[in-house]
């Protein structure tokens, strides 16, 4: 079973909309962490978020805010007033611990200028 | 100073050769991985090490050897390359459990 889970593949959203990627985690540790990758098209990945299972709190950075609900299991990403350097894939990843990062299948966003 | 470096960034090869990627980490890292992203881009893990000592070996055919010479080397050695060896490979790096990981800029590989 996948343990991250990304169930949008590709997004395609108009310059300055705002769009939210969703991530769906599963596990049975009480301590875990979840981060988001973001992959341009130049190919590195760029660590852009960790949050650890006891903080709930979203957060806000610039035009990226996470929301964390444990309820759902849910680790969503939203970019406000989208640019086309937003282009990129998005990978959400869960680490129980144990050296293993579980990554999801990514979501492609396009931001059409 | 780069964080993470690995070389080639490009390696273009015949099938049936052998190949080398080698990836070294400045960041004073205990653990150190490799990674596999296809043309789908999904990333699989293939192995980890800590401290030298190989942790995580997935389900990878035995054609690949990870070596780990000290903690801030894990280079990647493929034998009898495949057409389905074609992917990019990332060595990545963490401090210890939990903390984020740092990877290198990929080394994509075209078998022909």
């Known amino acids: 079973a996948q343990k991250v889970t990304q169930a949008q593949t590709e997004i395609s959203v108009v310059e300055k909309e705002d769009v939210t990627l969703d991530c769906v985690y599963e596990?049975?540790?009480?301590?875990?962490?979840l981060f988001w990758y973001k992959q341009p098209p130049s190919g590195e990945l760029v660590f852009l978020i960790r949050?650890?299972?006891?903080?709930?709190q979203n957060e806000i950075s610039g035009r990226y805010s996470w929301n964390f609900q444990k309820s759902t299991s849910s680790f969503n990403f939203t970019i406000t007033a989208s640019q086309v350097v937003d282009s990129a894939v998005y990978f959400c990843?869960?680490?129980?611990?144990?050296?293993?990062?579980?990554f999801g299948t990514g979501t492609s966003l396009t931001v059409i200028p | 100073d780069t964080a993470v470096s690995q070389t080639p960034k490009y390696l273009v090869t015949q099938m049936g050769n052998d190949k080398s990627i080698k990836c070294e980490q400045n960041?004073?890292?205990?653990?150190m991985y490799w990674y596999k992203q296809d043309s789908k881009k999904f990333l699989k893990i293939m192995f980890s090490?800590?401290?030298?000592?190989?942790?995580i070996n997935e389900t990878v055919p035995n054609r690949f050897s990870p070596k780990s010479p000290d903690k801030a080397h894990l280079n990647l050695h493929i034998n009898s390359l495949e057409l389905g060896d074609s992917a990019v490979y990332f060595c990545?790096?963490?401090?210890?459990?939990?903390?984020?990981?740092?990877f290198g800029s990929g080394t994509q590989l075209s078998v022909l």
């Open positions: 990545a790096s963490s401090h210890r459990i939990y903390e984020k990981l740092f």
């Open positions: 596990t049975r540790d009480t301590t875990y962490y």
């Open positions: 949050r650890n299972s006891f903080d709930e």
């Open positions: 990843a869960l680490s129980e611990g144990g050296n293993q990062f579980y």
């Open positions: 960041l004073g890292h205990d653990t």
């Open positions: 090490y800590n401290n030298k000592e190989l942790i």
